[in-house]
Each structure stands twice: as C-alpha cells, then as structure tokens.
C-alpha cells in the first residue's frame, strides 16, 4: 500500500463525510452501518445454530430478517405507527407551544413562598425562552416532508447495509493499493460505529423504556398524568442518542411539562431523570469514554462545534466523527 493511496483514501473518506453531513444523509449513514453489523451478527448467530447452513445463505437470510423486520413493526401497528409518524412534526410542535406556555407562566406555578423568590427581571428571560420555542415551533410546521424524507433515508440505508454485508469478506491483499486503504479506513471507521453508536443506541432504548414505564405507569399511579406522553417518550430516545447534551434537553422538557401539572410531579420527573442519567454517565465513561480514551470536555468541544456548522445533525454525528478521526490519528502515532 503506497502512502499516496493511504493519503488519497484519507481525503476520499473526509469528503465523503462531509457530503453526507451537507445533503442531510447521516440517519442513511448510521442505518447502512447499523445494518451491515445487524446482517453479520444475525449471519454468524445462523452459522453457529446451524453448521451445515452455508455462510452466504445465512447472510442472505440475516439480510432479509433486517430490511424486513422494519416493515412488520409497521404493519403490525399500522394504525397507530403512521398517526405517530405522520403528525410527529405537528405533535413536537403543539409539545413547544406548550413549553413556551409553561415557561411564561412559571411564576403562577411555583408555591407562593418559592415564587416570591424568583427575581422580577427573569420574566424578560422567560419571554425569550418562550419567543424561541415558539420560533421552532413555527420551523416545525414545514417538516412533515423532510421527516418523511428522512426516515426513507433511513430505510434505504437499512437496505444497502444489509446487501452490502452479503457480499463475500475482501482480502487487502489481493486489492489494488487505493481499494486496500479504503477498505482499511471503512474497517476502521466500522470498529469505531460498533463501540460509540451501537452502545448509545442501546443506552438511549433503555432510557425511553424507563421514561415510558415512569410516565405510564408510575405517574397514574399517584394519579398523575402527563400531557404529550408518546411524543415525550419518542424525544427521550432521540435526545439519549446525543451523549451528555441530550441527557440536558430531556431533564429540561420532562420537569418543564411536569411543572405544568405540579410543582411535585416536576420534582418527581427532575429525580427521576437524573437518577437514570446518572447511570447514564456511569456506562457512557465506561463504553465511550475508557474504550476511545477521550474526555468529557473533548466531547463537548467537538459537539458544540458540529451542531454551530451542520445543526442537530451534528451533536449526532460528533462522537461518531471525532473518535474516528482520533483513532485514525493514534494508529499512525500522531495523538
């Protein structure tokens, strides 16, 4: 492998992520990863249960469980899955009038004594808070089409991962010099997805599953019930995939639409939220931080800086891209 192909793969491999965070293509991106892992986990689980299966014939069975496992999910909930997918925008939009609301009147909320000691210029706050989430609630109106345009992204990505992963295993050596060191950095930039995304998809599933169970069945049992329950729940998975700012953005929303049923039902979801994140942090310093040896303040840097350039895409795709990129450094001994 000559060192102008390892360079050429570098700037082919840069660009080509940089395209995608240009044309709106990361969820495609992450779903063609995520399914390439899913079909050749799926391929050797076939493998080991059956041994006489062909491996190719239990690629090509894991393809098809991955690209049609989204479509069953659909049709088995087809009615209430295409209201949630349709109105998400417009129900993310009434959740933010709602907030604004909240926030405006905060001080009507809190018991007398403690409103009392909420200082008189943090209404001027409070309306800015308010005139921002209105803001985004307008920009929502607009996107019912690029949700939807987004989640077929998303599922072309699912299909091109999972042919992809059909495809026979490639020896480096037997490749021409530029298609060993692409294949070298996709190697590389796989290793990295398996250990970031895969564990904070996991962890993100886990915090909604406890959100749902806290919101449907622990509030009603105090008979308590909050209002925007599934949209609440779909944001705490989507907000749990941005390590350490999502955690943030749920604690916010959660206590805000609990503080406008009761100041004791906002106490209750602020516990409740930072108990489970703070197991959160516990998994993430193990799984993120101790495997791609970086700190919390790198992280922050880096996220900050992509969501300013590329917008909510980019505090997604920052762990991602910046523990690539780290890696990338400290093979050639540079970081």
Request: net charge positive.
């Amino acid at each position: 492998m000559t060192r102008r192909a390892q360079w050429a793969s570098y700037l082919l491999v840069a660009g080509a992520l940089l395209l995608v965070m240009l044309t709106g293509l990361l969820a495609g991106l992450l779903c063609v990863c995520l399914a390439f892992l899913a079909t050749r986990h799926l391929g050797r689980r076939l493998t080991s249960l059956a041994p006489r299966l062909p491996t190719g014939v239990a690629l090509q069975i894991g393809a098809v469980l991955v690209v049609l496992a989204p479509l069953a999910l659909l049709f088995l909930a087809w009615t209430r899955a295409r209201g949630m997918i349709i109105d998400a925008p417009s129900q993310y939009r009434e959740l933010l009038n709602f907030l604004a609301a909240t926030v405006m009147e905060l001080r009507q909320k809190l018991p007398p004594g403690i409103a009392d000691l909420v200082p008189d210029g943090i209404a001027e706050m409070q309306r800015m808070i308010a005139g921002y989430l209105g803001t985004k609630a307008g920009s929502l109106a607009m996107a019912s089409r690029a949700w939807l345009v987004g989640l077929a992204h998303a599922y072309i990505g699912l299909a091109v991962g999972a042919l992809a992963a059909t495809r026979p295993r490639l020896h480096p050596p037997a490749l021409k010099p530029l298609a060993a060191a692409l294949y070298e950095r996709a190697v590389a930039f796989g290793a990295v997805f398996r250990q970031i995304v895969v564990a904070q998809f996991w962890i993100a599933a886990f915090n909604a599953l406890l959100t749902a169970v806290f919101l449907l069945v622990l509030l009603p049992l105090w008979d308590a019930h909050l209002p925007y329950r599934p949209a609440l729940i779909t944001f705490t998975f989507l907000a749990g995939l941005i390590p350490i700012v999502g955690n943030l953005m749920c604690n916010l929303v959660l206590t805000l639409v609990g503080l406008s049923v009761s100041p004791t039902v906002a106490l209750a979801c602020l516990v409740f939220l930072v108990v489970i994140h703070k197991g959160e942090y516990f998994i993430n310093a193990k799984v993120i931080g101790h495997r791609m040896r970086f700190g919390v303040w790198e992280l922050l840097a880096v996220m900050f800086t992509m969501e300013a350039v590329f917008g909510p895409a980019g505090l997604v795709a920052a762990p991602l891209f910046y523990a690539y990129l780290k890696q990338e450094l400290g093979a050639r001994g540079w970081v």
